[in-house]
């Protein structure tokens, strides 16, 4: 053993040393372990020992009796553990005997003693070699295995934390936490009790188990529920009980949880020595709502009541024992259950975890670990003193237990009491942590909102005093409740009775629901409304635990196993199956537990050490009582515990002391040097309190200790290198900053805020500004504790300096501290500093001495309100330790190193930071003296605590220029504004006005001084416009630079709740011109008291902003130079009918001007052009509730908001339509009436009727021409035409259809055949608009946004850049709005930016381009073109559709159609000057002129391609839009004719294929002889039908599926080709065909094509046809389907 471990001899430059010793005794030397690499983790089991090396690799070393070879008895020297050699161990345990380790992969090796199944491996009592043990999860299919962060040991069991931080156990025991009641568990299983939790770390003592627990988060935000557990999770039974009263309900969460209770004392033999299966436990539920009962079983056969047995069940009857003796033996041993000696005692019943003398005694001498006594001689506390104490606790306990019979009795009497199950005792500990207690109480609120009506709702705010649990106020506080609770278990550790004292304090957790608020408890009440006023979070929710990397604070520490010595901290003895939640640590930051064998350890954030259990060697480093519940380790005041072992009877701490090395403490067993013996080791004394041990400082720098067995284990860093001692230093500055923070806050903020008279003290301002004060110091004070926590495991694990939160995640820190100095100078600014004097001195004294204590203020004749301010900026000083130390270890590292880089960088950021929140200070502190000097009354509307005083002109350096010669100007400059304060002399304190002039909207620019030589400044705000004097040039200067700079400030949101400005801000000379800001108008009358916010130039809004006015009006969009300019959103509210008039569209100068669309509140819309406010030029209005059934609407011009010009009005109330023109809102001059009745008419209006000569046409034919007076009124002289011919000329009067007056001649025509052909030659059309001359709004448009001011008057490069810059504006517009277009929609706007070649000649091949250009362009609306064709085609269809789809408007469709081509045509050869006019010829290129030249001989006919013309140019892009409307008037016009020749198709149709040939007379020699079927050849039967010529039929079919007359056309030759074709192939040989062969043929493929409309495809191709194709090739083919067409329908079928 020596040759392997040394004294303090070590070599300099070591790290991972690893010192092992035993005791507190002056002599006590530590022994290094001495290995070839460093220690990164021990483990301490009772007698040996395992070792964690770096690289992964794993030493044992101590007894090893599990070892087959000389290692079993005993190894002084490490052993490496083979069985490991191939793996990389990242954490290793110890327990009793056995041990464990983790891999890198997360998988579990144990080895050791296996006796209770705490190796997890089956059918093995011992493991010699570490091996694989299998964690599987076999609730997820299919099974897989689970990753184990780290494992822990215990005497009998084994925990194991997996990466999901879930716990699995195995081994023998209820400290295992599962539901099972059959040991050993071989096979690890999960603690379900624990599932959904987020464990942090599992720990093992002897028997019991304990686990860190992240707390569950905050409940869901108002407006999110979450049904919670309305049961207890352990016994099923209710956490809440309601009991309705006549006059309230009384609703009770005193639920005391039943499982925790003792075992059988033969099933705890049968479990202690590890005989499975031998006999089942004694805790046994038969179902999950019944109460779990225990049976005690004793030498004497006494019953004794176990003091958890809930109320309403019965006392356990006493059962005999069948082994008296050996559970007689085994109870001596065992300290889970001490049988009273006195069989009196054992009648009086012991309260939960109450202690009997005897059971005193026995827990301090029959613990497992120690079988002897105390020793008599102990250099330490006075034995007889810690005797005494024992004594005086025990005498105490037995007194109250007899002074408090009666209610003892009463006690046992309410145990077997079913009736009181309603009121249980409030002071149970309960199991309630699964369910947040507001929630579950609000769900139990509305569970019983049927039984107890509207009285639990209306007095349901009692109840909202749950919800302040989470606030420390005025009422209760944390502390105070945890103190509460210690309290009440103490009591519970000596007598029953206490508690049941304390039944008046039940209020706390009973609460009344009465049905008026009055009936409520007083107390309850004056609690509540207190709260209400002044309660402050002092512990704010998770604030900066969203980042990962910050460790959380918020923890609970949980408990199960045995409790024989109070290990379990829930103020019993009992023990407990499943994890429970040790209440009395909630709250308290718990980072790390520790366990030793029958007591347990918890460490806190605040470097404060909490304990409990067995305290019979003095390991709990105090003498407090009960020892059942945790309480603190007594420890001089500045030591900082930052690191724990607990042993089987001792503690070991790891601290700060005065200097930044780390200290040890001891507290626990002595153990005694000499002999080796076993027994004689045991001799020991004890400690009242930890124990310097002398010798650590020479170890070093301490990172970890452990405690183990009897022995302790330190492991440190020598001499390694100054980042080490850096990183120490920095982490103890932390803790030590921490713990500072905390005190503050607990001594000085609580105290405060419990004060009654603290809001009116202050006023409201004040107490605003303190309560945000505070929440910013609180979320301070928890991140230094998260850092804290995190330097401190930083130390433990890693030490790479590049994962220090701090540098990570600087930004969190600069960002805290920057709001938290913010709102310290807010408060000092408004004088809340002195504020809080008189408060100060109420609850602290006149000299409030801890306030001084607690500032650290050394100046010694400061006043109150200066120490409070350096109070509250004490924290900010804590940047520059931060910049020190970042410093101080950026040094040890080489200058090129990214460590160095990065360090000495965050080093100068927290400088920096310091130095400005330095300057903010001293802003805020020169702010306060301004404001306690400033005259006049206007303090009060300036003084804002966020406002900041950078300068002011009160020694007449800054004048205003032609300023009154008495008056008065002072300008100050704030961080937020520029105030110009005026008066009249003499009285110069006393301003009588200031206007307040916002920075984000001021300009300033210097005026040059070579003209006038003054000093001048001129300032610009959205609304004035001023000059400002300085009186010299360094004055002039001093305010130029002092006005950018806060203007600077003010726009990139430097405040004082930012951190200081970015690196390279505020270093601009001026601020932008063009800027984003927000302004109130006050003065501009068309904007008075509007508010605008977004981009500004020079004072003036432009570019995209929001208008707001007071009265609702809205307007979102852009601006140019103060106006709306552009695409804008106006809203303007409606009030009388209580909805918004919207307009979306274009803008100039402030105005609608341009296309938009108007929503009026009424439910009409505008669609179209407006200009100046009004609806002018093109435009179409919906009237009606609802666009789908609008009772009209109207598509036409408008000027100065009123209908005047060519349009269309729809009135499909009445069913009629007019297309003509109108005058101020009224038809006036020529147009046309369509009903729906068929009726029509032509002529003039007059004063919105029909006036004047005009025609009118009823369904059947029968017209009338002549005067009318009104509406369908006949008035004066005419002519009625019937449709026999028959006609009456004479004056007429009356309604057309009600009776006519007449007086005239009747004539018969076929007397008078020269009056027949007169009356033939009547013409519709003459009285109706001419075609040129409608929508030339439209065209007009469309020329105007070519920069054209009338048609065809222009240049035509403008008019190109015109279409450029409206595709690129329309497309940024579009652009904020993908969805709107397509990706092919895309394509074709970039190809349209490109300006094709619209100068020269236009060859064919150039023509051919200009066709593809304006296919795309009518394409998109987006384009003037596209726009153009899709307003046409809109008032196209409007026109010719629904009642307008009249017969007798088909030649004014076709002349509209006409008419739009050769306007557009216009529009396209002004944009192609060189095109050639109408029918004008192309030049051929040299290529297709000898193209020409070989096909002439075949075609002699000319090319049409080769001439110009609209309509084969525009046709194809226009006529498919408008298409259906004119079909329908083509199809209606010719509906007789086609119904002759469609009957007449039916019935020769019939016919088979060779009857109809020989019936039309086609010569036999061109009858096909075969056809193909189905790739068959097939002949020709008499039978046959549909196959001759079938390909022909079919290409002609394809007649009725194109739209354009030369795509028409086209299909007619291809019919003749295809005809000729097959001809051919019968004749095999040339043919040349005449008409008399030619037409029966193509007669027969007409009829058997079948197509329906023929009639009107004939008119359409005729009507619509190029002129130049009339005579040729197309003309004849076209011709001869005419002819067809005419054939069929007299064709007559013999």
Not at 809 to 816: E, I, K, P, V, Y
Request: hydrophobic share 35%; with cysteine; glycine share 8%.
């Amino acid at each position: 053993m020596d040759k392997q471990k040394s004294s303090e001899q070590e070599s300099p430059g070591e790290r991972g040393g690893l010192h092992v010793w035993r005791g507190y005794s002056c002599s006590v030397s530590p022994e290094k372990v001495l290995l070839s690499r460093p220690v990164l983790q021990a483990a301490l089991g009772a007698k040996h020992m395992v070792l964690l090396v770096e690289g992964g690799q794993v030493y044992s070393s101590g007894e090893l009796p599990w070892k087959q070879n000389q290692a079993s008895l005993g190894t002084a020297e490490p052993i490496l553990e083979a069985g490991l050699s191939e793996q990389h161990v990242v954490s290793v345990a110890a327990g009793t005997s056995h041990s464990g380790a983790v891999t890198e992969d997360g998988a579990v090796h144990m080895w050791g003693d296996n006796t209770y199944g705490q190796c997890g491996l089956l059918g093995l009592s011992v493991v010699p070699n570490p091996t694989p043990v299998g964690v599987v999860d076999c609730d997820s299919v299919p099974a897989k295995p689970v990753r184990i962060l780290e494992v822990a040991c215990g005497e009998q069991h084994t925990l194991a934390l997996s990466a999901r931080h879930e716990v699995w156990s195995w081994g023998s025991g209820c400290q295992l936490g599962l539901l099972t009641c059959t040991f050993p568990v071989w096979k690890p299983q999960r603690v379900e009790h624990l599932a959904g939790r987020h464990v942090l770390q599992v720990v093992c003592g002897a028997s019991h188990s304990l686990a860190l627990v992240r707390c569950l988060p905050l409940p869901l935000p108002q407006g999110q529920c979450r049904l919670l557990a309305d049961k207890c999770g352990q016994c099923n039974q209710s956490l809440y009980t309601m009991t309705d009263k006549e006059d309230h309900v009384i609703i009770s969460d005193s639920h005391s949880c039943p499982l925790g209770v003792e075992l059988e004392e033969g099933d705890a033999k049968l479990e202690t020595e590890g005989i499975p299966g031998q006999g089942p436990l004694g805790c046994i539920r038969s179902s999950p709502s019944e109460p779990i009962l225990s049976t005690h079983s004793h030498a004497s056969k006494a019953a004794v009541f176990s003091a958890s047995t809930p109320r309403g069940s019965p006392a356990p009857a006493p059962t005999s024992n069948p082994e008296p003796q050996d559970q007689g033996h085994h109870a001596g041993k065992e300290t889970s259950e001490s049988a009273p000696k006195d069989p009196e005692e054992s009648h009086s019943p012991v309260a939960d975890g109450g202690v009997s003398e005897a059971a005193l005694e026995s827990s301090g001498s029959g613990t497992d670990g120690a079988k002897g006594t105390a020793a008599k001689s102990s250099p330490y506390p006075d034995e007889q003193a810690l005797k005494d104490y024992l004594k005086r606790l025990s005498d105490q306990t037995l007194a109250e237990q007899v002074s408090k019979g009666p209610s003892t009795a009463q006690c046992i009497q309410a145990l077997v009491e079913p009736a009181d199950v309603f009121t249980s005792d409030p002071t149970t500990p309960v199991a309630q942590s699964v369910t947040p207690m507001g929630s579950a109480l609000n769900n139990l609120v509305v569970s019983c909102a049927s039984a107890v009506g509207e009285r639990v709702a209306s007095t349901y705010e009692a109840l909202s005093l749950r919800k302040v649990i989470g606030y420390w106020g005025p009422a209760e506080r944390p502390e105070e409740r945890v103190r509460e609770e210690e309290r009440r278990q103490g009591k519970k550790s000596s007598s029953l009775g206490d508690i049941r004292e304390d039944e008046a304090d039940g209020l706390s957790r009973r609460l009344s629901l009465p049905g008026l608020l009055s009936q409520v408890s007083p107390r309850l009440l004056r609690r509540t409304s207190r709260q209400r006023v002044q309660t402050l979070a002092l512990t704010p929710g998770a604030v900066a635990e969203s980042d990962g990397r910050l460790p959380s604070l918020q923890t609970e520490v949980w408990s199960w196993g045995r409790g024989q010595e109070g290990q379990l901290g829930h103020g019993d003895l009992l023990p407990r199956l499943q994890p429970l939640c040790i209440k009395s640590l909630s709250g308290k930051e718990v980072t790390q537990v520790a366990a030793g064998s029958l007591h347990s350890l918890a460490l806190t954030t605040q470097s404060q050490v909490y304990s409990w259990g067995s305290n019979s060697f003095g390991q709990l480093g105090h003498m407090e009582s009960p020892s059942t519940v945790p309480h603190l380790a007594k420890l001089s005041e500045g030591i900082r515990v930052w690191d724990v072992g607990a042993g089987q009877q001792h503690t070991l701490l790891l601290a700060d002391g005065d200097c930044f090395q780390p200290i040890l403490y001891y507290s626990g067993e002595q153990v005694k040097e000499g002999s080796v013996e076993e027994t004689q080791e045991q001799e020991g004394g004890y400690t009242q309190q930890p124990v310097l041990l002398p010798f650590c400082m020479k170890l070093g720098y301490v990172s970890s200790v452990y405690a183990g067995g009897r022995s302790c284990a330190a492991l440190a860093d020598r001499n390694v290198s100054v980042s080490v001692a850096s990183l120490h230093e920095l982490a103890a500055a932390e803790r030590k900053h921490y713990s500072r923070l905390i005190s503050v806050m607990s001594a000085l903020f609580q105290p405060l805020l419990k004060l009654d008279t603290l809001s009116s003290t202050l006023g409201p301002p004040c107490t605003g500004l303190l309560q945000s004060l505070i929440g910013r110091f609180s979320r301070l004070s928890q991140l230094t504790g998260q850092n804290s926590a995190s330097l401190t495991s930083f130390l433990r694990c890693s030490r790479d300096v590049r994962g220090l939160v701090m540098l990570d995640h600087a930004h969190l820190f600069l960002d805290t501290y920057s709001e938290y100095s913010s709102a310290v100078g807010n408060m000092l600014v408004m004088g809340g500093f002195h504020a809080l004097v008189k408060p100060c001195q109420d609850v602290f004294g006149k000299g409030a001495e801890l306030v001084h204590k607690l500032s650290e203020c050394t100046e010694e004749a400061a006043s109150m309100t200066e120490v409070l301010t350096h109070l509250f900026y004490l924290p900010i000083r804590h940047l520059h330790e931060y910049g020190r130390l970042l410093l101080k270890l950026a040094v040890c590292y080489e200058a090129s190193s990214v460590e160095h880089q990065k360090l000495q960088e965050m080093s100068s950021g927290y400088e920096s930071l310091a130095l400005h929140l330095k300057r903010k200070r001293m802003e805020a502190e020169h702010t306060l003296h301004f404001w306690k000097s400033f005259p006049g009354k206007m303090t009060d509307s300036l003084r804002k605590s966020s406002r900041r005083l950078l300068c002011e002109s009160s020694n007449k350096a800054l004048t205003l220029q032609n300023a009154g010669r008495f008056s008065v100007n002072w300008f100050i400059l704030f961080n937020d504004a520029l105030v110009h304060a005026q008066g009249v002399l003499p009285s110069k304190g006393f301003f009588s006005t200031h206007h307040v002039f916002p920075l984000p909207t001021l300009w300033v620019e210097p005026i040059s001084e070579e003209n006038t030589g003054l000093y001048g400044l001129k300032v610009t705000s959205p609304e004035e416009c001023f000059t400002l004097l300085a009186s010299s040039p360094s004055e002039k200067a001093k305010w130029l630079r002092a006005i950018n700079q806060a203007v600077e400030q003010a726009l990139i949101g430097v405040g004082p709740d930012m951190a200081q400005p970015p690196v390279g801000a505020g270093m601009r000379a001026d601020p932008p011109i063009s800027r984003t800001a927000s302004y109130t108008f006050y003065k501009d009358s068309r904007l008075k008291e509007a508010t605008y916010e977004g981009r500004w130039v020079s004072g003036k809004p432009h570019g995209r902003g929001i208008l707001k006015w007071p009265d609702g009006r809205t307007y979102t969009g852009t601006f140019k130079n103060g106006f709306e300019d552009g695409f804008g959103d106006y809203i303007v509210p409606n009030k009388t009918l209580n909805k918004c008039d919207h307009y979306q569209g274009q803008w100039k100068d402030g105005k609608m001007h341009g296309f938009g669309t108007l929503r009026y509140a009424s439910g009409e819309v505008y669609e179209g052009s407006f200009q100046e406010n009004m609806r002018h030029g093109h435009g179409m209005m919906r009237s009606g509730k609802l666009n789908s059934t609008s009772p009209s609407v109207f598509i036409g011009q408008w000027v100065q908001d009123k209908r005047t010009g060519y349009g269309v009005f729809d009135d499909i109330t009445r069913g009629e339509k007019y297309m003509g023109l109108w005058q101020d809102d009224q038809r006036q001059g020529t147009g046309v009436i369509v009903t729906q009745f068929g009726l029509y008419y032509e002529g003039n209006f007059s004063g919105n009727k029909m006036m004047g000569t005009g025609v009118l046409l009823s369904e059947d034919d029968t017209t009338f021409e002549g005067d009318f007076s009104e509406d369908w009124t006949l008035s004066g002289k005419g002519t009625l035409t019937m449709p026999n011919g028959d006609y009456i000329d004479g004056s007429f009067g009356g309604v057309w259809g009600t009776g006519l007056k007449i007086s005239g001649s009747y004539y018969k025509p076929n007397l008078y055949d020269s009056d027949k052909e007169r009356r033939c030659t009547l013409k519709l059309g003459r009285l109706a608009v001419p075609s040129e001359e409608k929508w030339k709004a439209v065209f007009g448009e469309c020329w105007n946004s070519l920069g054209c001011e009338t048609a065809g008057q222009g240049d035509t490069s403008t008019a190109w850049e015109s279409v450029a810059i409206a595709l690129t504006t329309n497309r940024r517009q579009h652009r904020d709005s993908p969805e709107l277009l397509s990706r092919s929609h895309n394509k074709t706007l970039e190809s349209l930016e490109f300006i094709p070649q619209h100068m020269g000649p236009v060859t064919l091949e150039k023509y051919d381009t200009i066709r593809r250009y304006l296919g795309k362009a009518c394409d998109t609306p987006l384009h003037p073109l596209g726009r153009l064709v899709e307003a046409l085609v809109a008032v196209y269809r409007m026109t010719y559709v629904g009642v307008g789809a009249n017969r007798r408007l088909l030649q004014q469709a076709v002349n509209e159609i006409k008419s739009y081509l050769s306007r557009i045509f216009q529009i396209v050869r002004f944009l192609f000057p060189d095109l050639p006019e109408e029918g004008g010829m192309l030049p051929e290129s040299s290529n297709a002129r000898k193209d020409s030249d070989s096909t002439e001989a075949q075609l002699e006919s000319p090319r049409p391609v080769h001439v110009v013309s609209s309509s084969a140019l525009l046709l194809p892009v226009l006529l498919p839009r408008l298409y259906p409307p004119l079909f329908t008037l083509y199809a209606l016009e010719k509906e007789k004719e086609d119904d002759v020749y469609w009957e007449c198709v039916l019935r020769l149709n019939k016919q088979p294929d060779l009857a109809l040939l020989a019936f039309l007379g086609v010569q036999q020699k061109f009858w096909p002889v075969t056809f193909t079927l189905h790739g068959e050849k097939q002949q020709v039967l008499s039978s046959t039908k549909d196959a001759c010529f079938a390909s022909a039929v079919e290409t002609l079919q394809q007649i009725s599926t194109t739209f354009t007359p030369s795509d028409k056309l086209q299909v007619i030759q291809i019919t003749f080709e295809e005809i000729t074709q097959e001809v051919l192939l019968l004749l095999k040989q040339d043919f040349l065909w005449s008409m008399d062969d030619l037409f029966p043929v193509f007669l027969y493929v007409v009829l058997r094509a079948r197509i329906r409309n023929l009639g009107s495809e004939v008119n359409l191709i005729e009507d619509l046809m190029d002129p130049c194709v009339q005579h040729g090739e197309h003309g004849i083919m076209f011709t001869t389907l005419k002819a067809c067409y005419y054939q069929i329908q007299h064709e007559k079928v013999t």
